[in-house]
Structure formats: C-alpha cells, structure tokens
C-alpha cells in the first residue's frame, strides 16, 4: 500500500530533551512538509523540502530542524530550544508536478513534555 | 499575507438537516483551494481541489464550490459518519507549493 506513515504515534519528552519524529513516504513525491497543529487552530508549517538535501523553513521553524538525506525521508528533530513543544505533528507529501500539488497527510505524531 | 478565515467554528446538526460551511481567503494571486477532513486524533483526508472560481466538485454528501473571495462547502442530508473537523487550504501562486491553513469547521451530526 502506498502512504505516508509516521513514528510514534504518542512521544513523551522531558524538559531540555531533543526528539525526532519520522516521516516515511512511498508514493515516489518530491515535496515533504511538517506541520504543527494545537487545539482548535488550523495546521502551521514547520520546514518544508521540495527535493532531497534541500529544505527552507516555514512559518515557526524556530526550535526545530529537519534533513531530506532521502526522497523517502523527512525526519523532525524538536530541540530543547522549542519553548511550547506539546502539540499534534503531522507530515505530509505532494507530487512537485505542476497542476497536481494536493498534499497528502500522514497518521500524526503526539508530542507530550512532560 | 495569505489569510483564511473559516466560519462557523463548530456546527451541530441533526441527521438529514443539510447546510454549509464557509472558506473566506485573501491570497495575492490563488493556485489552489483545498478541502480536507479531519478525525479526531488523524492525519487530514484529502477531499476536493478547486482551481478557479465558478468551479464546483461533488464527493458523496459533500459539494465544494468557489468564488473569487470564499469557497462553500455543502454537506446534503449529512449522516452521523460525516462528523468530523473540515480544514480549508489555499496555495497562492507567489507561495510555491505552500498550503496556507483555515482554524477548521467542526461539525457534529447527531442521529
């Protein structure tokens, strides 16, 4: 089956910890993004990356770093340096072609500081 | 700035009772409008891409349509498995494969 899958599905972290979030895709896309999502707001862009070795911050990439070292994979780090970690992280992907630009999610990620 | 404003926050409705929700944008120059569904606790559903105003999509129960200010999404005769959170996005042309986000509508369909 084609899709996106992320790991874990539930993360606790301690305060002063950095974590990593994996996002896997095999739908052969280009483009990989992360989001942040918190409650009853809509979806913030973290980093987005239209090709491997290549990525641009978003909107509230401040706390946060990713690689593409893989067109599969577009794993999150959450540094120490993010001062209001707990939220939902989604990943996604899209085809770079023009004209078909629908992103697709994956499952989410939960993100607890304890 | 890329804005999206999505109105009601939250709507209840009884099973059968059709209604709509709203996706008002600001965007430079629009690529793309982009309806998702969301579970609680999921990853969002991708449902509909409109492209350029007058333009209208069907999926089931849900019809989408667009204007050059705001799109509709229209929930006929909803079921209690059409609850859940609706998401608007658009993609302004200047902002490459960017998706600009609404808060989401939630919807509640009692049966």
């Known amino acids: 089956d084609g899709g996106i899958t992320q790991s874990p599905k539930y993360l606790f972290r301690k305060e002063g910890q950095n974590v990593t979030l994996s996002c896997e895709q095999n739908?052969?896309?280009?483009?990989m993004y992360w989001y942040r999502q918190d409650p009853g707001q809509g979806l913030r862009l973290i980093y987005y990356?239209?090709?491997?070795?290549?990525?641009q911050k978003g909107d509230i990439a401040e706390g946060y770093s990713v690689s593409r070292e893989k067109k599969e994979s577009f794993p999150l780090t959450v540094t120490s340096a993010q001062k209001n970690p707990t939220a939902f992280y989604l990943c996604?992907?899209?085809?770079?072609?023009?004209?078909?630009?629908?992103?697709?999610f994956g499952p989410g990620t939960r993100l607890t500081v304890l | 700035e890329d804005q999206v404003t999505q109105s009601p926050e939250a709507l209840r409705l009884q099973e059968g009772e059709s209604s709509s929700l709203n996706c008002s944008y600001t965007?430079?120059?629009?690529?793309?409008l982009f309806w998702y569904r969301q579970d609680p606790g999921k990853g969002p559903e991708f449902l509909f891409t409109?492209?350029?105003a007058g333009e209208e999509k069907e999926k089931e129960r849900l019809k989408a349509t667009l204007t050059k200010k705001e799109s509709f999404l229209h929930i006929t005769a909803p079921k209690p498995e059409d609850s859940a959170t609706y998401l608007c996005?658009?993609?302004?042309?200047?902002?490459?494969?960017?998706?600009?986000f609404g808060g989401g509508t939630r919807v509640l369909v009692k049966p």
């Open positions: 996604a992907s899209s085809m770079r072609a023009s004209g078909n630009n629908e992103q697709f």
């Open positions: 965007v430079s120059g629009l690529r793309g």
């Open positions: 409109l492209y350029s």
């Open positions: 739908l052969n896309h280009d483009a």
């Open positions: 996005a658009v993609q302004a042309t200047a902002a490459g494969n960017k998706l600009t």
């Open positions: 990356s239209q090709i491997v070795n290549d990525f």
